[in-house]
């Protein structure tokens, strides 16, 4: 289990506090890890990990930059996006067993 960017990373806010900062937010910061990010991933896949499927938690913008640079790499056969926790708890908290279920099929039901 890992992150696409391993990186924690900041910016400065309008009221010039330090937040959280995700790396597909701004082009600029994408094109600037792309290389580290690749190799980060190829470095983790030659650790002799299954290549198979990738559960991707965050079935959004870190799902599509993560589809393409796979399209590119071939890193993983398959891609499964997952809504991440965060969302499903702080937007869909009405919907978590659904969420629930979903992972659960997507971890116990897919066949190389």
Excluded: W
Aim: with cysteine; glycine share 4%; aromatic share 14%.
């Amino acid at each position: 289990m890992n992150f696409v960017c391993p990186l924690g990373i900041v910016r400065t806010n309008s009221k010039g506090k330090e937040v959280n900062c995700n790396y597909y937010e701004n082009k600029k910061l994408i094109e600037a890890l792309y290389h580290f990010i690749t190799s980060t991933i190829r470095s983790q896949i030659d650790f002799g990990i299954d290549t198979s499927v990738c559960y991707c938690i965050g079935s959004g913008e870190n799902f599509s930059f993560l589809s393409k640079i796979n399209n590119e790499h071939k890193f993983f056969k398959t891609i499964i996006p997952l809504e991440h926790p965060r969302f499903i708890m702080q937007y869909n908290l009405k919907s978590k067993e659904m969420y629930i279920e979903k992972y659960i099929n997507a971890l116990c039901n897919y066949n190389n």
